[in-house]
């Protein structure tokens, strides 16, 4: 898995320091019933989008493996996205149900194993539509960007400055569990 995403972005701040922020890698395994839909509408309608992620179609997020998720982090992505359709409406008798469940007990183990669960999002029923793929692609980086850098075996990704995570922000749909239909996690 060999991504070559944008990379590095300088600010010039009081005082001439220039300052370098790495932009987060992120992997989206999207639905073709639903999130890829949305995903592709938001590329037809030019929406303006973080141009830092990588959209991986899947036939069903049940058929995401956990330990492709972890392959990912020790590649040096920072964020992985699964979006599923509705977890009522999956064509593969709910399948997306034991997605559910799986994403859950991943998330516990990216805590455990050191890895911060909100790297790894979840949402059942949301961007299906394009302004909903969008938004929610773009508040998911932007939550990465607020959180340390991840040590990895992938490429160096050192920044002049860590910012600290934002403690407070209730992010659930970034915590593996799922989000009711409708909502988008918030």
Do not use: W
Not at 67 to 91: E, K, P, Q, T, Y
């Amino acid at each position: 898995m060999s991504l070559q995403i944008s990379e590095e972005k300088t600010k010039k701040t009081p005082g001439n320091i220039t300052q370098k922020r790495v932009d987060p890698k992120v992997i989206i395994f999207a639905c073709r019933y639903c999130p890829l839909i949305g995903a592709e509408e938001a590329g037809r309608q030019k929406i303006q989008m973080p141009e830092n992620f990588r959209v991986i179609p899947v036939e069903c997020a049940a058929r995401v493996e956990p330990d492709a998720v972890i392959r990912a982090f020790s590649l040096g992505i920072d964020g992985v996205a699964v979006l599923a359709c509705h977890l009522d409406g999956c064509r593969y008798n709910n399948a997306n149900h034991r997605s559910a469940k799986q994403m859950r007990l991943l998330a516990t183990l990216l805590d455990t194993a050191g890895i911060d669960s909100r790297r790894l999002l979840t949402s059942y029923g949301t961007a299906h539509e394009a302004h909903q793929f969008a938004g929610l692609i773009q508040n998911f980086v932007n939550l990465l960007e607020k959180l340390p850098p991840l040590k990895s075996k992938g490429p160096d990704r050192t920044t002049d400055q860590t910012i600290e995570p934002d403690a407070g922000n209730g992010a659930s749909h970034a915590h593996g569990q799922p989000v009711k239909s409708g909502q988008s996690g918030q």
